[in-house]
């Protein structure tokens, strides 16, 4: 049940803005547990596929989301790109993301609170959070960004497949008729496309601190 004391920072925004670095470096410094919600859409994808199935089918997508157990989120073949657009499609539809709302939910309001970054955090799983960021950085160097992780975790990519998936994935995850990605009303907007990644903590920490003031 939602702990009105909990601490919930939310982070959303789109591809490779750099949501995962912030939401981890955030977690730690304010002592918090984190979530990496695209790791949900990311589980049910993956067994789909192990299962031979397309993404295309809903109804079993549905069935495993509300299968899915804790330890499927930790695969790393999750963090294949092919699979993340697999995600993309299956997280359009309205009955898997209702499987996988409430342990998201859950999730933020366990004491003392969390750290949750996806697409829809700020707007639909936790719209009373203590603060919310919307991170945004321009595409191409996202996908600069995305490269470079790719070849870090050893796994081959091709610069204009990247681009391509990641365009259609940006359409797909803003254009869905539930939970699109969208700047909550109160979120506060941070453009990393010029800036560190010690410039977007301190500026996100910054913000959080200011926000909780506010509250406490
Ligand atoms: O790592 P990246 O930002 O590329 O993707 P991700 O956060 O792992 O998310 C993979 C896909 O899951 C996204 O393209 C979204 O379609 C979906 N997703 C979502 O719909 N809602 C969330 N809260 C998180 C992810």
Redesign the pocket.
């Known amino acids: 049940m939602a702990n009105s004391i909990c601490f919930v920072i939310t982070v ?6 750099g ?2 670095t912030l939401a981890r470096r955030l977690a730690k410094h304010f002592c918090l547990r984190y979530l ?7 589980a049910i ?1 993956f067994k789909m596929e192990k299962n031979g199935c397309d993404s295309l089918q809903a109804e079993l997508a549905e069935r495993i989301a509300l299968r899915l157990a804790k330890e499927d989120l930790n695969e790393p073949e ?2 294949r ?1 092919d ?3 697999k ?6 539809y309205p009955k898997v ?1 209702e499987a996988v709302l409430d342990y ?1 939910r859950e999730f933020a309001y366990t004491l003392p609170g969390a750290v ?6 700020g707007t639909v ?1 936790c719209p009373n959070a203590t603060a919310k960021i919307y991170l945004d950085a321009n595409r191409e160097i996202r996908v600069t960004r ?1 490269l470079k992780e790719l070849q870090l975790r050893g796994m081959e990519s091709i610069e204009a497949h990247v681009l391509l998936e ?1 365009k259609e ?2 359409k ?2 803003k254009k ?1 008729s539930v ?1 699109p ?1 969208k700047l909550a009303q109160d979120a506060y907007l941070i453009d990393s496309s010029n800036l560190t990644e010690d410039e977007v903590f301190e500026n996100a920490v910054c913000f959080i601190e200011k926000k909780y003031g506010e509250v406490v």
Request: hydrophobic share 35%.
């Open positions: 959303d925004g789109p591809s490779a803005s949501k995962g990496d919600t695209g790791s949900i859409y990311r994808a999750l963090r790109e699979i993340g657009l995600a993309s499609v299956i997280a359009a993301r998201q949750l970054d996806g697409r829809d955090i799983v995305r990641m994935r940006d797909r995850d869905r939970a990605l």
